[in-house]
C-alpha cells in the first residue's frame, strides 16, 4: 500500500527555471493538498483539489499551478522559481473534509 | 478565520518524564481535532484524532481530549521514551471547508536518555 508518493525527494533550481512535483495516491481520495513547509513554521496552503477537474486556491498561491485531471495524480508547477519559494513541499489526501489527512514524503526544493 | 496555537518549543525532557503539549484553536464551526507527528526526514502522520466534543483520542501511549468549553486539546504523555523525540503538530479542519487544515506552528520534542 504505497500511500502518498512525491517526487522528486530533492531538487535544487536556478532563480527563473521551472518544475513540476509530482503527487500520486492510491487510496482512492476525492480531496488532495499541497503545502509548505519553512523552517520552524507550520504548514501553509498553496492549493487543494475536491475531486478531479476541481482546483482553488489556498492561503499562498502565488508563482504556483495546480491541475487535478484524474482522482491520482496532483501536480504542482512552479513557474519562474524563486529564492522565496525555497521550501519543503508536502502532498497530502484525505477521504473526506474530517477524516485523517496522509501525507507524502515531501520534496525538499532550494532555488539559488 | 480557523487557527492553531501551540506551545512553543523546543521541549527537552528525560526519558520516563511527562508530557505535556498545549494546543488551543479558534474555529468557526465544529471542527475535527488532530495531532500529527513528524520524524526527521519524513512526512507527517497522524498520531491520535478527536471528532467531537468530549472525545478522547489516543495511540501510543499518547492522549488528547477534545474540550470545547475550553478550545483546547492539548496531547499528554505519561512517560516519553527517546524514540518519542519529533516535531509535533497540532491541527483542526472543518467538514464545511473542504477539509482544509490549519496547522500549530508544531513543537520539538527531544527526549535524552
Known amino acids: 500500500n504505497a500511500g502518498v508518493t512525491q517526487t522528486p525527494k530533492f531538487r535544487i533550481l536556478k532563480i527563473g527555471q521551472s518544475m513540476t512535483l509530482q503527487c500520486t495516491q492510491d487510496m482512492n481520495h476525492n480531496y488532495m493538498y499541497w503545502y509548505r513547509q519553512d523552517p520552524g513554521m507550520g504548514l501553509k496552503l498553496i492549493y487543494y483539489s475536491v475531486g478531479a477537474g476541481i482546483t482553488d486556491k489556498g492561503e499562498v498561491p502565488n508563482g504556483y499551478n495546480v491541475s487535478r485531471s484524474t482522482t491520482e495524480d496532483f501536480p504542482l508547477r512552479l513557474e519562474l522559481a524563486a529564492p522565496s519559494q525555497t521550501s519543503v513541499y508536502f502532498c497530502?489526501?484525505?477521504?473526506?473534509?474530517?477524516?485523517?489527512?496522509?501525507f507524502g514524503q515531501g520534496t525538499r526544493l532550494t532555488v539559488v | 478565520g480557523d487557527s492553531v496555537t501551540q506551545m512553543e518549543g523546543p521541549v527537552t525532557l528525560s526519558e520516563e518524564a511527562c508530557l505535556t503539549i498545549n494546543c488551543t484553536y479558534t474555529a468557526t464551526g465544529y471542527p475535527s481535532l488532530f495531532w500529527y507527528v513528524q520524524y526527521p526526514g519524513e512526512g507527517l502522520q497522524l498520531l491520535l484524532k478527536?471528532?467531537?466534543?468530549?472525545d478522547k483520542g489516543s495511540n501510543k501511549g499518547f492522549e488528547a481530549t477534545y474540550r470545547k468549553e475550553t478550545t483546547s486539546f492539548h496531547l499528554e504523555k505519561g512517560s516519553v521514551q527517546v524514540s518519542d523525540s519529533a516535531v509535533y503538530f497540532c491541527?483542526?479542519?472543518?467538514?464545511?471547508?473542504?477539509?482544509?487544515?490549519?496547522f500549530g506552528d508544531g513543537t520539538t520534542l527531544t527526549v535524552k536518555p
Open positions: 497530502a489526501s484525505r477521504r473526506t473534509e474530517n477524516t485523517e489527512a496522509f
Open positions: 478527536a471528532t467531537k466534543a468530549d
Open positions: 491541527a483542526l479542519s472543518e467538514k464545511t471547508n473542504a477539509g482544509k487544515s490549519t
